[in-house]
């Protein structure tokens, strides 16, 4: 089981007791791989799973060009594969180079 308290400084802006490990998923998932320190990301990939994780970021309309390029590395998977590869921001944030 995912204990969220473990995960707080990663999810400093969410009410902990409203978040469900399996219902949230996608949301702690992308979290760790935006935002995470390598421990908190150690802790979603025990707890998901390799392919749990694979679903969830094909689900994803949106991530950040450095953590897809992790997680299809990570998976073995074309990044071409993920739905969110083709969605490109109007205009990049400032701090992603």
């Known amino acids: 089981m995912l204990d969220l308290h473990l995960l707080s400084p ?3 802006d969410v009410e902990l007791a409203s978040l469900d490990a399996e219902r949230h998923a996608g949301f702690l998932i992308r ?3 935006e935002r995470g320190t390598w421990a ?3 802790m979603i990939r025990a ?3 390799d392919e749990r994780i694979r679903q969830e970021v094909a689900a994803m309309t949106r991530l950040e060009p ?3 390029a992790y997680v299809a590395a990570l ?3 074309p990044l071409e594969s993920f739905p ?3 969605t490109t921001r109007s205009q990049p944030a ?3 180079s």
């Open 10 to 12: 990663l999810l400093w």
């Open 31 to 33: 979290r760790a791989l």
């Open 40 to 42: 908190e990301w150690r």
């Open 47 to 49: 707890h998901y799973g």
């Open 66 to 68: 450095k953590a897809l």
């Open 75 to 77: 998976l073995d998977q």
């Open 84 to 86: 969110c590869f083709a």
């Open 94 to 96: 400032p701090w992603i």
